[in-house]
Structure formats: C-alpha cells, structure tokens
C-alpha cells in the first residue's frame, strides 16, 4: 500500500524558498506567478501485514516526517 | 513622499487615539504578567507615558525593558568591568566593539545567545542566531571575516540530544556558508546541566577601517526612515521577552511563531549595507534585532535625542491583517531600518533595488523626541523616547554568594587511581569528542585568510593582510577563540568565569598571538534566585579579575538569564570570546603535531594540579571538595611572552593549551591527527598511584610545545619538561607506566562525535 | 602583463555568489591581473573579454537547486554564446553547478550522498584519457585543494557517462594519497569521483573544489595555482 | 488558479534521503515502513489573466523547477 504525505510550512511561516523563487521566475518574465509554495512530498509503502496502516502513516508523519513547531501535514492512501 | 509625511506628522492631534488598556481585575494582571511588567515597573511606565498604556505602548515597553534588551539584572554588576585600553577604538554600548589590529585596521566583534529559539527550533533558531551577529556586526560598517560558535548539548544519552545536535550544527553551518563567511573555530561540549536548555552562542568578527566605523542615528529633522528587507510577519512576536523567560518542560514547543532564516536574503542585505555606508547614503542604519522594529526605531531617535513619525501602513507585511502591536513587535530576519536625507533617497533605492531588497518610507524624524506611531488612522504609540531607555529598571537584585571551602581530596584521589590509565584516556577522548563531524559541515576557509582553522584544533587564525594596515604588517593575523568550562564554572564561578577568560588567552597565545580584547555572553539560570544572582555577579567579578591582569578588556557583550527548566539553573556558563593579533601568520603554529618533534611541558613551578570541576571528576560521575585551577596571573603573563617568543623565533612546530583532561588528554590529541606516537615520561611519578593524578590533573598556564631543537627556556614562574620524542609511524604510545595501542585511540577519533 | 591581458579575464556575479572576492584577491596575487567583474544583469560581454569565470557561492541563495536559477539570468545567455564562440569558462562549485544547470556543460550535480554539507581538503588526480589542453598542462600530478559544498554529488546517466569516458571529458577524480580515485576518497557520493569535466571542446571547465582558495601554502596548498594558469594560459591563447 | 508540481528523482537514481528516512525508521521499530520517497511539491498560484496557464506551469517546471537530467515532473491544475 503507498501512501502519499505532504508537508508544508504552515501558512504564518515564512517560505523563504518559495519567495526567493518566485521573485527570480519574475524577474526572469514570468511575470504571471503570483506565488511559489515549496512543500516536501513523501511517498510511503507500507507492508501489507500492517494492522492499522493509516495510524501508521499518520504517526510517522506527526512525529518524524514534519516538525510540528513549523510545518503542518495531510497524509491520503494512494 | 515627504512632504506627504511631514502633513501626517504634523495632524497627529486630530487623529483617533487607540484605546488604552483596562486596569482592572484578573484580566489587567495576566496582561501585565504576559509582558512580564510587575507593578512597579508599570508605575514608572505610567509616569512616563503620562496616563495608561495602549496595547501596542504596553508591548514596546515589555519588549525594551525585558532583560534581553535592558540588562536590567546585570547592568549595575557589568559597569565593573574593564572596558578601555590602547587599542579600544569602540566599548561596550555600540552594536559590536571594536580593537584596533594594525594601523587603521580594526576589527569588530561581538557574541550572542539564541538559546531559547534554537531549543524550540534548533535548525532555524541557530541559524537566526548567526544572522542576528552578523546584522549587529555589518551595520557598523565592518566587513564580516569569521564567525565563531559556542554549543552546549544535554547528556549525549538524554533522548532530545541527537536531534538537538543534528539540526543546531546545521543550521549554523547553512546559513553562515550561504553568506559567505567562514567558521574558524567554536567549542562543544555535553553535561546533563543542558539537558533541557541548550546554549547556542555565536560570534562573527568583521574588519573595519578606524575612520569608518559607522555609529549612525536618526538625526536630522524631517529626515526619512527607510524599511529595508524582509517583509514582515508574526514571527518570534515576544522574542526578546521570550529570551528573558525560563521553561518549563510541560509547555515548551508552543511557545511562539518560528522565525525563519533567509541567509540568502542576509547576504544581499550585508553587501548593500556595506555598500550604503561606504558612499555615505544614510545618517543613521540599525538592524531590526531583537523587539524588531521598536528596539531600532528607539534606539536610533534616542541616540539623536529626536522623535519619530512612523506610518505602520507603509510597512511591508507579510500576513494579513497584522496589528501594530503585531508590526511593532515581530521578529521577522533580515531587516534594517535606514534614515535617510531626502537628498540621497534617489540613490539609496538605487542601490537598494540593484542587490533586489524591498524598502519602503515609513516615516520621518520629528522634532521634540516623541515616538509617534500610527495605523490605520489611529495614533497607536504615543511615548517620549528619552525616558523610556533613561528610566528603565535597573535592579539590585539580592544575592548569596557563599564562598565554599575547597581542599585536598584524598578520596577522590585513591579512587582515580585505581582506574586504569587507559580507560580514562579512553573515556576522556569519547567526552570532549572529536569536533571533526562539526566543523565538517562549516566552511572554514571561505575568504582566503584561514591559516589556522578548526583541524588544527586550536584557536583560528586568519591572514589579515590589508591596505589600512601598517607598513611591514603585510603577514599580521587575527586570532579567534571562544571557550568556557561550565564544570569549574559550577565548582567555582569565580575561579571559574577568570579561567574561561584565561582557557581562551592560551588558544591565542599557543599560536604565537597576543591576546587583545574579549566578549562575552553570560549564560545564566534565573536572576530572581540569589544562589544564581550570586553566580552572576562572581561570573563579573572574576571576569573581571582576569581581563584586568592580562589587559584584555571587554569592548562587547550579550547576557542571557533565565536558563532554566522546571525550575532548575543551568551550570553559570560565561562563555568568552577574545580576538588577538599575531604578528606574523608565516610563523604560527597548530595545537596539532605535523612533523616529529621533541614535547615538552609547560606548568607554573610546583604546581600540582587539581580536581575541582575537571574532566576526571566528571568521567568518574564523582564530586570532589578540590579547588579549580588557581589563578596565577604571572605564570599566564610568562607563558604567554615565553610562547610568543619562541613562535617569533621559529622554535617551535606545534604549541596546545592543555585543559580539561590535563597533560595526557591533550598530549594524545596533539600527537593523534597525524598518526604520531611514542614514549613519553611522566615528570614526578613515584609510582602507579601517582600515573592517573599527575597525567589528568589540571593546571592554569599550561601548555604543551613541540620543538625539533632542544629547549632551554629561562623561567621564573615556570617549569618546564621534556616529555619524550613524539615519532612517525608508530603502534603504540606510552606514558609514564601506561602503554597502549594507536589504533584504539585512532578508531575512536573516527567515531566518537557521532551522537 | 600587458593591458590587454591585465583585463581579459573576466568574473560573472550573481546575486549570492560569495567566492567572487576570493577569485579577485588570488588572481592579483598569482598573477598580478584584476579580473573583470560583469554583473548578472548585464546582456554583453565586453569583447576585450577571452575567459570567463563562475564564481562559487550560493547564486540565488540555491533555494530551488544549485544554480538552477543563476542559469537563468540574462548574462547566462551571453555566456552561452561566449562559450559557443569557443571562449573558455571556468565554472567553480557553484559555477560549475551553473554551468550544467545551463548545459553548457553535460550532467548535474546532486545533493551530497551524506546529505550534509562537506568543506575539507582533498586531493585530486587528472585522468589519463582526456586530450584537452586542460589533461594535457595537468597529467601526471596530484592537485590538494579544498572542497566546501552541499550538493557536489556529480550524476549523468549511462549513456552520457561513456560519452564523456569515451571523448576524455572527465578532467579531475578525488583520489587518496596514492593517486587511486577510491571509495574511501570519495567525500560526497559523486560517480567515479568525478570532481571536475571539460566540455567537448575543452574549452569549458567545471569544478567542484577550489583552486582560488589552494593558492598559496600558508593558505594550506597552492596547488591550485597551476589550475588557475592553464585557465588562464587556455582563455589567452585564443 | 493553483497547479501543483511534483518533482521526483529518476527511478535509476538512488533516492539517497528516502533511503537514509526509511532506514532510521525501521531502526526505530517501524518495520512495517517498506520504502520512502522523497520528492518536492510545489504550488503554483498564476494570475487570472495568463492565457495558457497549463503550459505556463509546463514550462517552469520543465526548464526550472525540475533538472532533466536527474528528476522528473508531473504537473496538475489544483
Ligand atoms: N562548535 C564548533 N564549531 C566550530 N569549530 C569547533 C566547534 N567546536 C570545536 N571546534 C573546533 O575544534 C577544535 C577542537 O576543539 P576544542 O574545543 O579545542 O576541543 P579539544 O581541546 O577537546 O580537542 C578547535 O579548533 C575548535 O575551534
Ligand atoms: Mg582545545
């Protein structure tokens, strides 16, 4: 079983990857992006003897995959 | 825009007034006591302001007057310390201090604490602490040539270290690499005193030519104050109250919003800012620090005895709908705040939009020194400027200082030796660790001037040729250490605090330099306790003792108070930084041995040596009654000229302060980088139960040199041995009646910072 | 030196390029020429110009990947052409980094294998196959200069990989003290140790160490001075 | 209007993070954990007024946001 987890700043940190290359496609011309989110995307197999894969995934990711002081997650099977 | 802005700042009668704060009830106390303003200090603010606060008044009041920004703990005790000598060019006071090196050439330098930040979030609270002592050292003017950094972990067992580790020694390595500015040199250490609060202490010198050294402020009537940088969000909102607060286990990681670095950002900041004030755009230039735009913004109408007129609306915001009391107080990185004459404006945006900084005009300079702030149409801060920083709390707090009785300890002796030699050894090179996994990860030769760097294991040196040195000083060095043993500290914070000055004095001297000037960041646990207060105002005091007998005055400095958790202080760390000048960086030598040698033993006559707060005490998980090393200024003095000499000379190779884990921890170190061994006698062993307490004992003034001809030193305060010949392309190593295995040691080297 | 090589070489900054300064101060040194400085938002190179060099550093702070972003700025275009024309261009870390990123020069270079940066010394060997001036000036010695990066882990898949093997594109290995590019001499997982390549042509050199900071022996080696002089024996020439 | 792009290495390069996370894991008795994969998502937001936002956001990613020679990409509209 994949499943797929997404980590993100949460939205009152600041993105600093994401403005510095928003700002450089601007000046570049792309002058129609508006903004650049940077996000870490992992995909994660999970056995299949695993009882409860969900709780799994979810663990590994409140606890090890994003750090809960700056970053939010959202964890879906693929 | 200015004329625009002088009509706002001139109809600040007929604006709304935003509501002052309810002073009653349950709520009015938890208001204050979040701003950690008790009823006295609400009573002064009250005089100053004139009636009661508003919300956004109350916030710039607890943010200036927290212990961070006013030192109102500490300050009466630091006016004690030295702070002039010949090449002072700049005190304490300024953004960084700076020494003159050599003709106009100056170095400013300074050392700060991010240990909360970095405790919440290791990664960016280490690397905003790198940013925040590069701002404070670039926006006087000085090029940044080095950083220095200062790290205290928990145990290695204790389950939050590793990451602690992991994530702190990146994010400093990250960011200062990404600027561009190498890291020379640090220190380490791990003690279960840190357990739950960390030290991250960093350091940045810069160069800077004496007749620029910019002390700029917001002067000039109807001048323009200028934003530059980053936007600004919720970040780190409660900063510099937050410093002056102390945790507790259960609430800690909810704390605040996380600040982020954008070293990327910094670096453009750094090199427009150097540029402005190389061609003299600007009257007056702080760095949005801690308290962010209040501290900057006061502080520059203070110097000038001016007012401001500050129209928050122009601030670049980052959030939605961020309040003033938000825009006043946000910690956002990678700020300054520029005043500038209408004149040089055209100018100043150019500079500023080609290294592609935003900025915005956000007010003017008033006459009649008061602070007026506005959003939306609403006058939010309304304070007289002068008062605020003339009238803040100044505390004497109570102290106990008990003078403990130190003795010979026979127990712990009998029991030291009964240890074999080669266990200790052992342990004590997994302890202190090797620094390898560290500095790795840091640039330390970006710049070209790195001539001693962290694998010489010593202080860092750094080639400092220049145009505005003197003539003939075309090979002259900067030397860079920074240091401090929390044990003898603990043991003794006298003793302790004057030996943290005199560990970083030897790094300087065993690379030929002369010592010239010191910082310091006091690490401290709760002031209100007066144990701790009396561990605060011993740290000064012995400081004090030792930067007056070697003349290394104090020019900069940071105090950070309220280290504790659950209640419980850390061990007083003074941590020290000193700059120093080597005469002639072709001469210097390493703390590590590069080719055979004969080593010898540099220790003040008759000294035997002591257990108080030493590393053997420490590996035995033992206390002891024994004292730290005593101070013995002269024997240091000799030391030092002794050593100077012989590296001027061309006499020695190698020169190692030795410190915690005595003679046999650093001959060991010395010899291991590369791979030397050999037999070495151990001077006044009478027999097995000597070997441990002579080969781990520790002494002030003590050193080893490392010379191919023989040494004959005429001494008076010290005493000096021939060890042994140190060989290439051994197996074994021994000394005194201990032998053992290269191999071992070299394995361990490999490993052992690996938490 | 004459004028006309006192100014021929000439230094391309970025915004976050950080070595510019050390590249200025060891060609003075080395050998008594200040280098050209040519801001990234310029369109030209100056004609006078016969080589040019990508400075280290963090272009663009390498938020989106090393000099992913550099490779796009308007004077990455003249670069391109420069290079087409047959002028020579040293490309140091980032620089190097930038000038896959702008193919003008074949593969990528990853995230170190250890995920951590990596500045150490290390010791580097010229590969016997290749034909370029560059092969040529430096066979048969060993180069120590120091390596400071993050991302230096060279990757090109197969087929690209014998190509460069195959026309001798491959320049520097990080080697042991033996002269041997081994495992244990590999710092941050790079294929075959690669720690620099040449173009086709030859007239293109990317870096990763930093023979600007191997300039002199107090500096720790100064072997990098004879990288920096076939560069400039290259560019000159022309 | 919001597209979202993910980046992933080539199956044929070793996924060096992925691996070093998975590995730590399982250390820490997550055996049930088979694989990671580490990529990087990034949500672009184009102005209104772009004519071809699809190709647009095809574009950045295919000359900047992912390197060719070592990643892929996928693009979609959010
Ligand atoms: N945090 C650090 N950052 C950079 N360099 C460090 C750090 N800690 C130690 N070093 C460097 O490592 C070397 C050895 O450190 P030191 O504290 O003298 O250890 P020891 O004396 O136990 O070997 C010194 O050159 C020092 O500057
Ligand atoms: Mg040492």
């Given at each position: 079983m994949n499943y797929e987890v997404i980590v993100e700043l949460k939205p009152e940190v600041l993105d600093t990857q994401g403005r510095a290359i928003k700002e450089a496609l601007n000046r570049l011309g792309h002058e129609g992006l508006k903004s650049v989110k940077v996000q870490r995307r992992f995909v994660l197999e999970i056995a299949d003897g695993v009882k409860d894969p969900a709780a799994l995934v979810n663990q590994l990711a409140a606890e090890h995959l994003a750090n809960s002081v700056a970053e939010t997650f959202t964890a879906k099977r693929l | 825009m200015q004329k625009d802005l002088i009509a706002q700042s001139e109809k600040i009668g007929s604006l709304k007034q935003a509501p002052f704060i309810?002073?009653?009830?349950?709520?009015?106390?938890?208001?204050?006591?979040?701003?950690?303003?008790?009823?006295?200090?609400?009573?002064?603010?009250?005089?100053?302001?004139?009636?009661?606060?508003?919300?956004?008044?109350?916030?710039?009041?607890?943010?200036?007057?927290?212990?961070?920004?006013?030192?109102?703990?500490?300050?009466?005790?630091?006016?004690?310390?030295?702070?002039?000598?010949?090449?002072?060019?700049?005190g304490p006071g300024e953004?960084?201090?700076?020494?003159?090196?050599?003709?106009?050439?100056?170095?400013?330098?300074?050392?700060?604490?991010?240990?909360?930040?970095?405790?919440?979030?290791?990664y960016q609270g280490a690397a905003t602490g790198v940013g925040g002592i590069l701002r404070d050292v670039f926006?006087?003017?000085?090029?940044?040539?080095?950083?220095?950094?200062?790290?205290?972990?928990?145990?290695?067992?204790?389950?939050?270290?590793?990451?602690?580790?992991?994530?702190?020694?990146k994010g400093v390595g990250d960011y200062g690499n990404c600027v561009g500015i190498p890291t020379v040199a640090g220190t380490v250490s791990f003690d279960k005193t840190y357990n739950g609060n960390i030290l991250v202490n960093a350091m940045t010198c810069g160069t800077i030519h004496e007749d620029k050294i910019f002390k700029g402020y917001a002067s000039g009537i109807h001048n323009l104050v200028v934003y530059v940088g980053s936007a600004t969000g919720r970040d780190g909102i409660h900063g510099a109250?937050?410093?002056?607060?102390?945790?507790?286990?259960?609430?800690?990681?909810?704390?605040?919003?996380?600040?982020?670095?954008?070293?990327?950002?910094?670096?453009?900041?750094?090199?427009?800012?150097?540029?402005?004030?190389?061609?003299g755009l600007v009257v007056g230039l702080q760095d949005m620090g801690a308290a962010g735009l209040t501290s900057s913004s006061f502080e520059m109408a203070d110097r000038a005895g001016n007012g401001l007129y500050l129209n928050l609306d122009y601030v670049p915001a980052r959030a939605q709908a961020m309040t003033a009391y938000e825009l006043l107080l946000s910690e956002s990185q990678e700020r300054m705040l520029m005043c500038v004459e209408p004149s040089k404006w055209e100018a100043l945006q150019e500079c500023l939009k080609r290294w592609q900084l935003p900025f915005a005009i956000i007010g003017l300079v008033t006459e009649g020194g008061r602070m007026h702030i506005v959003k939306d149409g609403v006058l939010e801060v309304d304070v007289p400027v002068g008062p605020l920083a003339e009238q803040a709390p100044r505390y004497e707090r109570p102290y106990e200082y008990l003078e403990k009785n130190y003795s010979d300890d026979e127990t712990f002796r009998s029991t030291l030796a009964e240890i074999p030699f080669t266990d200790l050894l052992g342990k004590a090179l997994d302890d202190t660790g090797f620094k390898t996994t560290i500095y790795k990860q840091y640039d330390h030769h970006i710049g070209n001037k790195t001539i001693l760097g962290p694998k010489e294991e010593g202080a860092g040196l750094l080639w400092m040729k220049s145009d505005w040195a003197n003539k003939g000083d075309e090979y002259i060095g900067l030397a860079v250490s920074t240091s401090c043993n929390e044990r003898y500290c603990a043991q003794d914070p006298y003793?302790?605090?004057?030996?943290?000055?005199?560990?970083?004095?030897?790094?300087?001297?065993?690379?030929?330099?002369?010592?010239?000037?010191?910082?310091?960041?006091?690490?401290?646990?709760?002031?209100?306790?007066?144990?701790?207060?009396?561990?605060?105002?011993?740290?000064?005091?012995?400081?004090?003792?030792?930067?007056?007998?070697?003349?290394?005055?104090?020019?900069?400095?940071?105090?950070?108070l309220y280290n504790t958790t659950d209640g419980v202080s850390i061990a007083p760390t003074p941590m020290i930084g000193m700059v120093g000048k080597h005469p002639d960086v072709r001469n210097a030598v390493p703390a590590i041995l590069k080719e055979k040698a004969s080593i010898y033993w540099l220790k003040p006559k008759a000294s035997k040596g002591s257990f108080g707060g030493s590393l053997a005490a420490k590996l035995l998980n033992a206390s002891t009654t024994e004292h730290v090393p005593k101070l013995n200024f002269e024997a240091e003095k000799e030391a030092a000229t002794t050593i100077q000499n012989l590296?001027?000379?061309?006499?020695?190779?190698?020169?190692?302060?030795?410190?915690?884990?005595?003679?046999?921890?650093?001959?060991?170190?010395?010899?291991?980088?590369?791979?030397?061994?050999?037999?070495?006698?151990?001077?006044?062993?009478?027999?097995?139960?000597?070997?441990?307490?002579?080969?781990?004992?520790?002494?002030?003034?003590?050193y080893l040199i490392a010379s191919k001809e023989p040494l004959d030193l005429d001494l008076t305060h010290l005493e000096c041995h021939k060890l042994g010949e140190a060989l290439a392309g051994q197996s074994e190593m021994s000394l005194g009646l201990a032998t053992w295995p290269l191999a071992d040691v070299t394995l361990r080297s490999k490993e052992s910072l690996t938490i | 030196m004459t004028s006309s090589t006192q100014n021929a070489i000439g230094l391309v900054q970025f915004p976050g390029s950080n070595c510019d300064a050390d590249c200025i101060e060891a060609f003075k040194r080395l050998f008594q020429i200040d280098l050209h400085l040519i801001w990234h938002e310029e369109h030209e190179i100056p004609a006078h110009i016969q080589g040019l060099i990508l400075p280290g550093g963090f272009s663009y702070g390498d938020y989106l990947r090393s000099g992913a972003l550099a490779a796009f700025s308007p004077i990455m275009q003249s670069v391109k052409k420069?290079?087409?024309?047959?002028?020579?261009?040293?490309?140091?870390?980032?620089?190097?980094?930038?000038?896959?990123?702008?193919?003008?020069?074949?593969?990528?270079?990853?995230?170190?294998?250890?995920?951590?940066?990596?500045?150490?010394?290390?010791?580097?060997?010229?590969?016997?196959?290749?034909?370029?001036?560059?092969?040529?000036?430096?066979?048969?010695?060993?180069?120590?200069?120091?390596?400071a990066h993050g991302e230096g882990n060279y990757y090109i898949d197969q087929a690209g990989l014998k190509k460069l093997q195959s026309q001798g594109q491959i320049l520097f290995q990080y080697s042991d003290d033996k002269g041997q590019a081994s495992a244990t001499s590999n710092p941050n997982g790079t294929l075959l140790n690669i720690a620099g390549i040449v173009s086709e042509n030859g007239r293109v050199m990317g870096m990763m160490p930093h023979p600007e900071r191997a300039s002199s022996e107090l500096l720790g080696s100064d072997d990098g001075a004879a990288i920096l002089k076939v560069f400039m024996d290259t560019a000159l020439k022309a």
């Open positions: - | 309810s002073e009653e009830g349950d709520a009015f106390a938890a208001q204050l006591k979040k701003h950690k303003i008790n009823q006295e200090e609400y009573k002064v603010l009250k005089t100053i302001v004139g009636r009661s606060p508003t919300l956004p008044e109350l916030g710039v009041f607890s943010a200036m007057w927290s212990e961070h920004c006013s030192y109102k703990s500490s300050k009466i005790h630091l006016r004690k310390l030295p702070t002039e000598g010949p090449e002072v060019v700049v953004n960084a201090g700076v020494v003159r090196l050599s003709g106009k050439l100056c170095i400013a330098f300074k050392m700060e604490s991010h240990n909360h930040p970095s405790y919440i979030e290791p926006c006087m003017g000085a090029r940044p040539v080095a950083n220095l950094n200062s790290l205290r972990f928990g145990e290695r067992t204790h389950p939050k270290t590793h990451y602690l580790f992991e994530n702190v020694v109250s937050m410093a002056s607060d102390s945790f507790s286990s259960a609430q800690s990681g909810e704390r605040s919003t996380v600040q982020v670095g954008d070293p990327f950002a910094e670096k453009l900041l750094l090199e427009a800012t150097l540029e402005v004030l190389e061609r003793t302790g605090a004057a030996q943290a000055v005199l560990k970083n004095y030897r790094s300087i001297v065993a690379t030929g330099a002369k010592p010239l000037a010191v910082t310091d960041c006091l690490n401290y646990g709760n002031p209100e306790d007066p144990a701790v207060m009396g561990e605060i105002v011993a740290g000064i005091d012995g400081i004090g003792a030792a930067c007056r007998a070697l003349e290394t005055p104090v020019v900069s400095g940071n105090v950070s590296v001027q000379n061309k006499k020695i190779v190698a020169a190692r302060d030795i410190g915690a884990g005595g003679m046999a921890l650093s001959l060991q170190k010395m010899l291991l980088s590369k791979g030397f061994g050999g037999k070495f006698q151990l001077p006044g062993t009478t027999g097995p139960r000597d070997q441990n307490v002579i080969a781990f004992a520790e002494h002030s003034a003590s | 420069f290079a087409e024309r047959g002028g020579a261009v040293l490309g140091i870390c980032n620089g190097f980094q930038v000038l896959c990123e702008s193919k003008l020069l074949p593969g990528t270079l990853l995230k170190n294998v250890q995920r951590k940066f990596v500045c150490e010394m290390t010791s580097l060997s010229v590969t016997s196959e290749g034909k370029s001036p560059w092969h040529k000036a430096l066979a048969g010695k060993s180069y120590r200069v120091p390596i």
